[in-house]
């Protein structure tokens, strides 16, 4: 079985610092991770993933996340927080990196972003 | 290139009653997966549709059920709504070898 923990429900940072979202999974095979974001009353639309190439991973929007595996963690980070960037954000774990598995989902972190 | 549409976007039923929801899956996707999203919580994977069949199947009773029409297309039917099952439902679409693509859900109230 796989599992996410997602430390901190809620994250508040000011514009311009450091985003550091936590992410620690369980897994019983080689996973891949998935970060998403989710802004009110939208779907879910896909950060980065990690799919066992390089470890540390680039995604949209400036975001990037390292698959640690010796901590079983794949944190999301962005050096510059931007007021765009406030929302809910969802770690999600898959034994598979295509469409054939499902995805389990973290309970998400909602992150804001102070003036 | 339109992405994944659903409907209705948002719908209120009564306790005990019946709900049908729709999902278009993006152009070229052939899987399409509904997932259950509680109030403050992530997403729950409900079950996966491939060619016309349930290929995989997450913790829900059989009160939830689906179908994938030819087209690709796919329905969530959920029969006996009770309170607990109200939740943003969303739908995802896919190909094999590439990643989901998310409805922007419907949102269903049970009263």
């Known amino acids: 079985a796989q599992s996410v923990t997602q430390l901190g429900s809620h994250v508040s940072v000011s514009e311009g610092a450091l985003v550091l979202l936590r992410c620690n999974y369980s897994s019983s095979v080689p996973p891949y991770l998935f970060w998403y974001v989710q802004y009110p009353n939208q779907g879910l639309q896909l950060l980065l993933k990690y799919t066992s190439a390089a470890t540390l991973v680039k995604g949209i929007n400036g975001f990037e996340a390292e698959f640690k595996k010796s901590e079983t963690s794949f944190h999301l980070t962005k050096p510059s927080a931007h007021m765009s960037d406030a929302a809910e954000y969802f770690c999600a774990v898959s034994d598979r990196a295509g469409s054939a598995r499902q995805l389990t989902f973290g309970s998400g972190t909602q992150l804001t972003v102070l003036p | 290139d339109a992405g994944v549409t659903q409907s209705p976007t948002h719908l209120i039923k009564t306790r005990g009653q019946q709900v049908t929801l729709r999902c278009s899956p993006k152009s070229g996707h052939d899987t399409v997966s509904w997932y259950q999203q509680a109030l403050g919580q992530g997403p729950q994977f409900i079950f996966q549709y491939y060619e016309e069949e349930e290929r995989q199947r997450g913790n829900f009773p059989d009160r939830f059920s689906g179908h994938q029409f030819p087209n690709y297309s796919s329905e969530l039917n959920v029969n006996a709504l009770l309170l607990g099952d109200s939740a943003l439902y969303l739908c995802?679409?896919?190909?094999?070898?590439?990643?989901?693509?998310f409805g922007s859900g419907t949102r269903l109230t049970v009263v």
């Open positions: 995802a679409s896919s190909l094999v070898g590439l990643g989901y693509t």
